[in-house]
C-alpha cells in the first residue's frame, strides 16, 4: 500500500504560480512512477503530467506543456508539479497517482491505470 497526501492548492490570480507536492508513505516510493491528474466539475479527470521512478521519463499534456513541470525526491518520497502561468481553465482538483511503470502513450494518460490516489487539493485561478 501506498498512501499519497497532496498540498500545495489555494486560490491565484490568472499568471500567478503554484507548487503542488505529493507525500507518500507506505511501500517504497522510488519504485513507483507518478502522475499528476485533475477534475474540474463537470468534466472527466484529465492526466496533467508523468514521470517514472527514476524521474529520467516525463510526459506531460499539451495543455500545460511549457508551463507545468514535475519532478521528484525520491529521498523525501515526495513529487510535485511546479505550475506558471496559471490560466483560469486550469482551475480544478489536482490529484497524484502512483502506479507501476509507465508504458505507452495512453496507459500513462489513463487514470485507471493507476494504482494508488490522494485525496486531490483544489486549485482556483481567478481572470
Known amino acids: 500500500q501506498v498512501q499519497l497526501v497532496e498540498s500545495g492548492g489555494g486560490l491565484v490570480q490568472a499568471g500567478g504560480s503554484l507548487r503542488l507536492s505529493c507525500a507518500a508513505s507506505?511501500?517504497?516510493?522510488?519504485?513507483?512512477?507518478m502522475g499528476w491528474f485533475r477534475q474540474a466539475p463537470g468534466k472527466e479527470r484529465e492526466f496533467v503530467a508523468a514521470i517514472s521512478w527514476s524521474g529520467g521519463n516525463i510526459y506531460y499534456a499539451d495543455s500545460v506543456k511549457g508551463r507545468f513541470t514535475i519532478s521528484r525526491d525520491n529521498a523525501k518520497n515526495t513529487v510535485y508539479l511546479q505550475m506558471n502561468s496559471l490560466k483560469p481553465e486550469d482551475t480544478a482538483v489536482y490529484y497524484c497517482a502512483a502506479k507501476g511503470a509507465l508504458r505507452s502513450y495512453s496507459d500513462r494518460r489513463d487514470p485507471s491505470g493507476y494504482d494508488y490516489w490522494g485525496q486531490g487539493t483544489q486549485v482556483t485561478v481567478s481572470s
Open positions: 507506505g511501500r517504497t516510493f522510488s519504485i513507483y512512477a
